[in-house]
């Protein structure tokens, strides 16, 4: 069963790392690290190219998540170690997700996971990341923050997790954590948050922004940990 799981992460890692945030743009014409926020994640990537490619760059990191879970699924087929096999699938997909914000083709930068985390949920416990991604819809319908939808979202999974039947116990756990990753990762977005100079959200393409205009990140502490 160790053997699966460690394949089933190292497939995970890889998957998560292809930066098509950064490919998509660089065809264009455009370094994503230095524009807008830096982040090679869809939001930014939004502001770039337009809604189009980003909802395409979104699905893609849904489905980097997505993938990986999926192929835990058909390799680990019971539970292990004490722990659910549904748990060890979404310990999966979270390598996906490290491999997203720490891509080894970036050297070891990337994006803040959110779109892969959810990918990883829906491949693991779909109940659980969908009911979360209604959360974030929601929050940002009401207040156009992706930063602070992405938190409540993450946050809420916990309590769907105690909410909705047949769900291993475990992944409450696993949230918790994933919650408190989430939070580290939006630090400077915390910040302005409670600033009140947290930009609000257009799908209007934006190529006028550079990355001195900050955003959605700072240029020093929130970079050096996407």
């Given at each position: 069963m160790i053997r699966e799981f460690l394949?089933?992460?190292?497939?995970?890692?890889?998957?998560?790392?292809?930066?098509?945030?950064?490919?998509?743009?660089r065809s264009k014409g455009i370094d994503i690290f230095q524009f807008?926020?830096?982040?090679?994640?869809?939001t930014n990537v939004a502001r770039a190219l337009g809604k189009t490619w980003g909802m395409a760059i979104f699905l893609l990191d849904v489905l980097k998540g997505v993938v990986p879970a999926v192929i835990a699924r058909l390799l680990i087929k019971g539970?292990?170690?004490?722990?659910?096999?549904?748990?060890?699938?979404?310990?999966?997909?979270l390598a996906a997700v490290?491999?997203?914000?720490?891509?080894?083709?970036?050297?070891?930068?990337g994006g803040k996971g959110i779109a892969t985390s959810l990918g990883a949920g829906i491949g693991a416990c779909p109940l659980v990341a969908l009911s979360a991604f209604g959360i974030f819809l929601v929050v940002f319908g009401v207040t156009r923050f992706v930063s602070l939808a992405s938190i409540v979202a993450v946050i809420s999974a916990v309590l769907f997790v105690w909410l909705i039947p047949q769900q291993a116990?475990?992944?409450?756990?696993?949230?918790?954590?994933?919650?408190?990753?989430?939070?580290?990762?939006?630090?400077?977005?915390?910040?302005?948050?409670?600033?009140?100079?947290e930009p609000k959200f257009s799908f209007k393409k934006n190529p006028s922004v550079n990355a001195s205009q900050d955003l959605s990140e700072p240029s020093t502490d929130d970079r050096n940990g996407q």
């Open positions: 394949t089933a992460c190292g497939i995970a890692y890889l998957i998560g790392a292809i930066p098509f945030g950064v490919l998509a743009t807008g926020s830096g982040n090679p994640g869809a539970d292990a170690w004490g722990l659910h096999a549904q748990s060890l699938w979404f310990a999966v997909g490290a491999g997203h914000c720490c891509s080894v083709f970036l050297r070891f930068r116990p475990e992944l409450a756990v696993a949230f918790i954590l994933l919650s408190i990753f989430t939070i580290y990762r939006h630090r400077g977005n915390i910040r302005r948050l409670l600033n009140h100079t």
